[in-house]
């Protein structure tokens, strides 16, 4: 059964700055691609970063583009967004997940699978 299972949500003051984990089981984590998505109420889920399944490679949305960071340790089977300078536009549920190669941006409904999500707050 394969689990993603995100932690590291909370609440933070603007300018602040988080670090989310994705933690996966079930699966050869290694053989996937893995994005961090989010979604603001009302408003369909967007990815805002992936990496390759080696870490070797990584994309951004142009809205986090140089404040958020994605990373993974294949040995740990997690997957990691570090999160700085937040804005209150960043408020929003962060969902992991995971999608076989060789694509490496996708929309969520593509994903072979997904976490929960874990809530960020940031307040102005």
């Known amino acids: 059964q394969v689990q993603l299972v995100e932690s590291g949500g909370g609440l933070v003051q603007a300018g602040g700055s988080l670090r989310l984990s994705c933690a996966a089981s079930g699966l050869t984590f290694s053989n996937y691609n893995m994005g961090w998505f989010r979604q603001i109420p009302g408003k369909e889920r967007e990815i805002v970063a992936s990496?390759?399944?080696?870490?070797?490679?990584?994309k951004y949305a142009d809205s986090v583009k140089g404040r958020f960071t994605i990373s993974r340790d294949n040995a740990k089977n997690t997957m990691y967004l570090q999160m700085n300078s937040l804005k209150s536009e960043d408020t929003a549920v962060y969902y992991c997940?995971?999608?076989?190669?060789?694509?490496?941006?996708?929309?969520?409904?593509?994903?072979?699978?997904w976490g929960q999500g874990t809530q960020v707050t940031v307040s102005s």
């Open positions: 997940a995971a999608r076989s190669h060789p694509i490496t941006w996708w929309a969520f409904r593509e994903s072979n699978y």
């Open positions: 990496i390759t399944w080696s870490g070797a490679n990584t």
